[in-house]
C-alpha cells in the first residue's frame, strides 16, 4: 500500500541508460497494484491509472510521495506479500526521476500566476507603520484574514467583503486625522512632585524636600518617547545664614551635569530653573544635587518642589515633520502637487502616474479650499484618500508588457515589494524604492537581502512566517487542565512563545545555518522559563531580571532546537496528557513535509477506546494493531515518542504515572534512536527533506500562492544553491528571491494553457 501524503523531495539518484518509466510500471505491479488498483484503492490512491509518463510533472505531488514512502521503507508494509530488493527500489527511483527531468526538459519556464492580493492585517499596520510613522493598530476592527496553505497572505484568500471596505474608510479617516493635525497641541509637560522624587525619605508627608548630606541627590526617571527639544525645569528654593555664599545648584541627566544655578534665600516664593534639551528616545533620568555643599554652614538648605519635563517642543506628527522637510524649498504654490507626487510613490509603492498626480491633487486642493487656503487640510484629505485606494490596499504588480506570451522579469517597483513584504511585512523602504527607480535593484540584490535580514524589521519574518509555519497559533488557545498543571498561567505561555521567536531571529540575524532549527545547543529562557525547564543553574550570576530572556547554551544540546521548545511540545498535546501522536504528525508535517494522510472515518480516538490498557506506550501499540492504523502509526507514534520525557506543557520528565518513560523507537526503515537527541540526529541526516520542507514553506509565503508541479525545477535549484551555501539561511532566502517563481511573472500562453483567462 502506497498512501500519498504530500511533496516530499525523492531520494534515489537520476539514473539514465536502462532505466525509464516502463521499469516503474513493472515495479507498481509487481509490488503496488494489489493494494492501490481499482479492485482496492486504499487511500484513494489508484497507481494502475498512470499508464504512461505524460502527465507525469501534473501528477508529481503523488510521484514525490511514492518515491519517500518507498526509500524510507514505508512501503510496501511489513505484511505485503512482496519486499524489492534494493536494486528494484534502485531502478524504480531512476524510472521516475529520468520521466520527471525529460519532462521538466521539455517544459518552459512558468513562474505560475499570483492573484492581486489585499494586504492582510499585520501588513496593513505596519505599512500605516511606515508610511504615516504612527503606530496606529487599525487592524483590530478588520475582519480575520483567511488561512491558505497555513499562511494568512495568500492571494486566492484574501478576499474583499464590504465589512472591509466600511472598515477601511473608518480607519483611513481616524489615521488622517492623527498624523496631520490641523490645530497642534502645547508640548506635554510630566511632573514630579517633590514628595515622589527619588530616593524617597520614610515618612516624608511634604511636597517639598531637602537636598541633604544624607541625600545629596534627587531625581526622576520619564521615558521619552518622541525624540526633540525638551525642557527640564525645576522650582526650587533655598535657606541659609544672612550674608552666607548661595546656594549653587546642579541640574543633571544621567550622568551628565547640564547647568549650575546659584540660589539665594527663597523658599516663597519659589523661583524656577530650566535647561533646553535635545533628547533621543528612551529612560532618562533627571536629577537635581547641591554643588557646593562642603562650602555652606551646616544648617544651609536646599528645597525641590517639583521636576517638570516639558517636551518635545515641536508637536508636530512625526509624518507632518516628513512633509515639512521634504517641501522645506518648495514654493508654496507648488508644494501641493510636490507633497502629492511624494506621497504617492510611497503609498502606492512605485511612481505615479500623471494622471493620478492630477486626480489626488484635486483631492488636496480641494481639501484647501474648504478649509480656507491650510495646507494641512489638503494633506488631510490626501491621506484620507489614498488609504482607500486599491493601489495602496491591494498588492497590485503593474505590467508593461500584460500581453506577452512568454514570461518575464516583474518590473522593479513590483520586484521591491515582493522582496520587502517577504522580508519584512511592510512596504519597501527608500533604499529600495530608489533603486528601483534607477532599475538597479536586480543587480544588487544580493546585497539587499543580507542587508534586510540584518535590519530589526526582519523580527517580522520570525513572527509571521516562523510562527505560522510551526503552527504555534494554537498556543494561545490551548488551556492545560490546571488541576494536572496549575503552574501553567498566562505569563509562562507568552515566555513559551517568546523563546521560540529569539531563537529564530538569532537563526535569521546570525545567518545560522537552517539544520540548527532541528537541534542546536542554544536557547534563551527568562526567569519563569528557566524555572520550568529546571535550569536556574544555567542563568547568569545575577540572574537578570524577572522577565529579561538571556541566552543559555547546552553542550549535550537537550534544549537546543525547535522540537524540545515548550512552545511546540505544549502545542502539540491534549490538555491532560502528551500526544505522541500529535507530536509525530507535527514533526512530520512542520519539519519534514510529509505529512501522514487523514485517519479513517471509522476509528475512535485513542483516548474513547476504553478497551485499551496499560501505559501510553502499550495503548498506542494495542491501537496499531488495527491494520488501519499501523501504517501510518508506525512512523508518528516512533517519533512522537521520542519527546516522552517531556510532559504535556515541556517540563523534563523522567516517568509516568510511576512507570520509567521509554524515549526510544525504531522508524520503518530501520532507524533506531533512543530520546530526543537520537531522533534530532536521524532528521538532520535527512537534510534534503528538511530544507526542501522549509523552502517549499518560504517560497509559499514569500510568493503568495501554493506550490504547483510547474515549480519543481525551481525548487531543485533552490536546494541545489542551499545546499551550496552550506544550508545557510542567508543562501535559502537568497536562492528563493533570485528564483524564477519569485522575479518573474507567468506569459499570457501559459495563463491560458491553465485555464486562468487573462
Not at 501528477?59 to 512482496?82: C, F, H, Y
Not at 501522536?581 to 479513517?600: A, F, N, S
Not at 501505559?615 to 512522537?640: F, I, K, V, W, Y
Request: aromatic share 8%; charged share 30%; glycine share 8%.
Amino acid at each position: 500500500m502506497i498512501a500519498a501524503c504530500g511533496v516530499v523531495c525523492g531520494s534515489g539518484p537520476l539514473l539514465g541508460g536502462r532505466t525509464g518509466f516502463k521499469d516503474a510500471q513493472a515495479f507498481l505491479r509487481q509490488h503496488c497494484h494489489e493494494c492501490h488498483g481499482p479492485a482496492k484503492a486504499k487511500a484513494d490512491l489508484d497507481l494502475t491509472r498512470f499508464k504512461d509518463e505524460g502527465r507525469i510533472l501534473q501528477d508529481i505531488k503523488t510521484w514525490r510521495s511514492v518515491l519517500q514512502q518507498v526509500n524510507t521503507g514505508e512501503m510496501p508494509p511489513k505484511k505485503a506479500k512482496s519486499h524489492p530488493t534494493a536494486a528494484e527500489v534502485t531502478s524504480f527511483n531512476g524510472g521516475i526521476e529520468k520521466a520527471i527531468a525529460k519532462a521538466q526538459a521539455a517544459a518552459p519556464v512558468d513562474p505560475g500566476r499570483v492573484t492581486a492580493r489585499r494586504l492582510n492585517r499585520t501588513e496593513y499596520d505596519n505599512t500605516v507603520r511606515d508610511l504615516l510613522s504612527a503606530d496606529f493598530s487599525a487592524s483590530e476592527n478588520f475582519p480575520a484574514d483567511d488561512i491558505g496553505h497555513g499562511f494568512d497572505n495568500i492571494g486566492d484568500v484574501l478576499t474583499m467583503s464590504p465589512v472591509h471596505l466600511e472598515r477601511y474608510m473608518d480607519a483611513a479617516d481616524a489615521i488622517a486625522r492623527r498624523v496631520v493635525l490641523m490645530d497642534l497641541p502645547k508640548p506635554p509637560t510630566r511632573t514630579t512632585a517633590g514628595l515622589f522624587l527619588e530616593p524617597r525619605v520614610k515618612g516624608s508627608e511634604n511636597s517639598t524636600r531637602p537636598v541633604t548630606n544624607a541625600t545629596p541627590e534627587l531625581r526622576a526617571t520619564h521615558e521619552i518617547k518622541v525624540g526633540g527639544r525638551y525642557t527640564f525645569r525645576v522650582r526650587a528654593g533655598a535657606s541659609n545664614a544672612p550674608g552666607a555664599a548661595p546656594v549653587r545648584m546642579a541640574l543633571r541627566m544621567d550622568d551628565r551635569e547640564l547647568e549650575v544655578f546659584a540660589i539665594t534665600n527663597s523658599i516663597k516664593p519659589w523661583k524656577e530653573f530650566e535647561v533646553q534639551l535635545d533628547l533621543e528616545p528612551g529612560e532618562r533620568r533627571f536629577a537635581a544635587r547641591w554643588a557646593n555643599r562642603e562650602e555652606l554652614p551646616p544648617n544651609a538648605l536646599l528645597y525641590l518642589n517639583e521636576f517638570k519635563v516639558i517636551g518635545p517642543t515641536d508637536t508636530r506628527p512625526p509624518f507632518m515633520r516628513r512633509v515639512d522637510e521634504r517641501l522645506a524649498k518648495v514654493a508654496a504654490d507648488s508644494r501641493p502637487r510636490e507633497a502629492t507626487t511624494w506621497f504617492l510613490r510611497q503609498a502606492f509603492r512605485r511612481p505615479p502616474t500623471e494622471a493620478e498626480v492630477a486626480r489626488y491633487l484635486r483631492v488636496v486642493q480641494e481639501g484647501m479650499a474648504a478649509a480656507g487656503g491650510r495646507f494641512e487640510a489638503g494633506m488631510q484629505e490626501l491621506v484620507r484618500a489614498a488609504l482607500v485606494s486599491p493601489k495602496f490596499l491591494f498588492r497590485v504588480e503593474e505590467d508593461a508588457e500584460a500581453k506577452a506570451s512568454k514570461a518575464r522579469p516583474l518590473g522593479e517597483h513590483a520586484m521591491a515589494s515582493r522582496l520587502s513584504y517577504f522580508l519584512w511585512s511592510t512596504m519597501p523602504d527608500e533604499t529600495l524604492l530608489g533603486l528601483a527607480d534607477k532599475g538597479r535593484l536586480s543587480k544588487e540584490m544580493e546585497a539587499q537581502v543580507r542587508r534586510m535580514l540584518k535590519d530589526p524589521k526582519a523580527e517580522a519574518l520570525v513572527r509571521n512566517f516562523g510562527l505560522q509555519w510551526l503552527q504555534l497559533q494554537r498556543l494561545s488557545a490551548f488551556q492545560p487542565d490546571l488541576k494536572l498543571f496549575p503552574d501553567f498561567d498566562d505569563r509562562l505561555r507568552r515566555s513559551m512563545l517568546r523563546e521560540t521567536e529569539l531563537f529564530l531571529g538569532e537563526v535569521v540575524r546570525e545567518d545560522r545555518s537552517i539544520l540548527d532549527l532541528v537541534d542546536a545547543d542554544f536557547t534563551y529562557v527568562n526567569r519563569a522559563l528557566a524555572r520550568h525547564y529546571g535550569i536556574e543553574g544555567r542563568l547568569p550570576e545575577g540572574g537578570g531580571r524577572k522577565d529579561e530572556f538571556v541566552r543559555v547554551t547546552f553542550p549535550d544540546r537537550s534544549r537546543g532546537g525547535l522540537l524540545t521548545h515548550a512552545s511546540v511540545l505544549t502545542a502539540t498535546s491534549n490538555p491532560t496528557r502528551t500526544s505522541p501522536v500529535k507530536r509525530g504528525r507535527w514533526v512530520l508535517e512542520q519539519i519534514l513535509g510529509t505529512p501522514p494522510p487523514p485517519p479513517p472515518p471509522d476509528v475512535p480516538e485513542l483516548d474513547a477506546q476504553h478497551a485499551l490498557k496499560g501505559t501510553l506506550r502499550q495503548r498506542m501499540e494495542q491501537h496499531r494493531a488495527n491494520p488501519s492504523c499501523a501504517n501510518c502509526h508506525q512512523q508518528m507514534d516512533a517519533m512522537g515518542f521520542a519527546f516522552e520525557n517531556f510532559d504535556a506543557v515541556g517540563r523534563f520528565r523522567a516517568k509516568d504515572g510511576g512507570e520509567a518513560i521509554d524515549p526510544s523507537g525504531t522508524l520503518p526503515d530501520g532507524s533506531a534512536f533512543d530520546g530526543p537527541g537520537g531522533l534530532k540526529g536521524i532528521l538532520k541526516e535527512r537534510r534534503e527533506l528538511v530544507a526542501r520542507n522549509l523552502a517549499e514553506k518560504l517560497m509559499t509565503y514569500g510568493i503568495g500562492r501554493g506550490m504547483e508541479f510547474y515549480d519543481e525545477p525551481a525548487i531543485k535549484k533552490v536546494l541545489a544553491a542551499t545546499a551550496k551555501g552550506e544550508y545557510r539561511f542567508s543562501s535559502l532566502v537568497l536562492a528563493i528571491v533570485q528564483s524564477d517563481p519569485f522575479r518573474m511573472r507567468r506569459g499570457l500562453a501559459a495563463d491560458r494553457a491553465a485555464g486562468k483567462g487573462s
